[in-house]
């Protein structure tokens, strides 16, 4: 039986697609498997951008963690000078309101801290006693109550000028301690600043090494689909070769049995043995024939096939 010679996808002339069904079904799976490959190294490229950018991201964001640890670190360093002084310059200002409290007790009267101009009646009526004490004639009654009325202001002058003093470096202290205080308060809220910050990139960070890790296993799941599809196209290659090469050796022989009976005899001698070689093989033939069959339909609805079921589908082609 003869028919028009064509030309396959390899160039190669041969028979009509009569002579071998598979042949079209082949060509088209063979375009689909190209397809899943060509989509399978998209994906692939796609994924590889999505982890630059993550990958730039996170290392961007490792190094703004470095500069706010080292910054924290700064304010740390700071906290661990000045929260000692803070803390004894509190406990001195205490210490110095205590001791001026004593001290108006001693007075007896609050406005005495507020009046100065008591201290000037007070050094006055002191000279005046002491002037009475040298210079007037006294019993010795009138000159013990001016001795004791001399002692009782000093005293009372004394306090009035410790008490004086006492509010001024307490002034002082206040002023340095609120300083202090406001200087201590920036630390802290820098720290606290510093901390939410850290915080909240340690935890984009970590959400982004998760994303690289997931899109690196999707990487390996469309490195592997590439691959299977490869895998295939290379088998479907071989049948197509097979296929091209069986259709030239029969027009080969179609031609030479034309030309010579020599060529003829080969050819019935060949073909009697191929049957002789059926007959051999027709038990095995029947036990995977419906196994094939089911394989060649799973093929020409264009499902999925694997290794073994292509294998099943082409053995026979190469021999």
């Keep these: ?111 005495s801290r507020k009046d100065r101009s008591e201290m000037h009646g007070l050094t006055k009526a002191l000279e005046q006693i002491e002037r009475d004490i040298q210079t007037k004639k006294l019993s010795k009654d009138e000159e013990r109550k001016l001795v004791a009325r001399s002692k009782e202001i000093a005293t009372k002058l004394h306090t009035l000028k410790m008490m004086h003093k006492k509010e001024d470096q307490y002034r002082e202290m206040s002023s340095q301690y609120d300083e202090l205080k406001g200087r201590v308060n920036k630390i802290f809220r820098q720290k606290e600043e510093f901390g939410n910050k850290i915080g909240k990139l340690k935890e984009s960070i970590e959400g982004l090494v998760n994303t690289r890790e997931a899109l690196y296993e999707e990487r390996r799941q469309c490195i592997h689909v590439v691959r299977e599809a490869a895998a295939k196209l290379e088998m479907i290659e071989t049948q197509l070769n097979a296929i091209a090469f069986k259709k030239n050796r029969t027009a080969q022989n179609e031609t030479r049995q034309k ?43 264009g499902e999925k096939l694997t290794f073994d079921e292509m294998k099943l589908i082409f053995g026979d082609a190469a021999d």
């Design 1 to 111: 039986m003869s028919a028009a010679a064509t030309t396959n996808n390899n160039g190669v002339s041969v028979q009509g697609t009569e002579q071998d069904p598979n042949l079209k079904t082949l060509q088209e799976f063979k375009k689909t498997v190209i397809d899943e490959q060509k989509q399978g190294d998209k994906k692939i490229e796609e994924i590889n951008t999505k982890l630059e950018a993550v990958k730039k991201q996170i290392d961007e964001e490792r190094m703004q963690l470095d500069e706010l640890r080292t910054k924290l670190k700064g304010v740390n360093e700071e906290k661990d000078a000045d929260y000692p002084k803070f803390i004894e310059m509190r406990n001195s200002l205490i210490e110095a309101k205590n001791q001026m409290k004593s001290l108006d007790d001693k007075v007896g009267q609050a406005k």
């Design 259 to 301: 030309k010579t009976k020599e060529m003829e005899e080969r050819r019935v001698a060949r073909q009697e043995a191929i049957q002789e070689r059926v007959r051999r093989d027709k038990e095995y033939q029947e036990r995977w024939n419906t196994q094939k069959e089911i394989a060649m339909k799973k093929m020409s609805a």
